[in-house]
């Protein structure tokens, strides 16, 4: 099994300590941000895998997080993560290259499913 560099932006600290807790123990290196400067600074720092992105933070649009940081990284396979219903965000994350969409709540076999199915990794 590879180890992934995972980055996940969520402003909500229990998310990150749910990879943390979940995808580290399996050894993959977790990044947590929880903010676009943090995120931003991050995929220009170092190399991922794959990124868990939120929809919704109170600062700014997970749409638009998608987007400057597809400017930077074009290639990386980006799962949003959103706890609403949220159609319309869904299909513009998809149009600008989001792979996929959990929605929260999610398990650790719903993590496991995401990353098969946006690079082929077993995890």
């Not at 929260?104 to 995890?123: C, L, N, S, W």
């Amino acid at each position: 099994m590879k180890h992934l560099n995972i980055l996940v932006v969520d402003d909500k600290k229990v998310i990150g300590d749910f990879f943390d807790l979940t995808m580290g123990y399996y050894g993959h290196h977790i990044t947590v941000t929880h903010d676009l400067p943090h995120a931003l600074q991050a995929v220009q720092a170092q190399e991922f895998d794959i990124a868990f992105m939120d929809m919704m933070m109170p600062d700014h649009d997970g749409v638009a997080v998608l987007k400057e940081i597809k400017e930077i990284v074009p290639s990386l396979a980006v799962v949003m993560m959103s706890g609403y219903t949220l159609d319309e965000k869904i299909r513009q994350a998809g149009r600008l290259g989001a792979v996929n969409c959990l929605k929260k709540p999610f398990e650790v076999d719903d993590i496991r499913r995401a990353v098969f199915e946006a690079i082929g990794e077993e995890i």
